[in-house]
């Protein structure tokens, strides 16, 4: 459990790196799946999430759910990072289009 606790505690000093939007793509990806399957760090972001929270929404008690909003920021974390390696492989692709265009259009100046 030692590994586990470690990863735990490393999980849970990013927490604020994660609330200010801090996090590379890969550490969100890892830190959003720790927090959905370890209780203890889920509890220790809400906590921390709380404290940070746009006061505004506190105000608004029966509207603010902080579940619902938690949920949010996780699955909107984990959209942006796939929404950006999607967006990168397009690009990949239209360069890779690009240049196999631009291949073409020099071949035929060449040699027609
Ligand atoms: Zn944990």
Redesign the pocket.
Known sequence: MAKNEL??AN?QKNIPKFINRQMKDDEIMAFTE?VRN?P??YEELSIEYLIVVDMNKLDDVDGFNLDNELNRLIDKSRERVENRKRMFGLKVFLAFVLTMFAAYVIAYLIFW
């Open positions: 990863n735990c999980i720790h370890c203890e760090c």
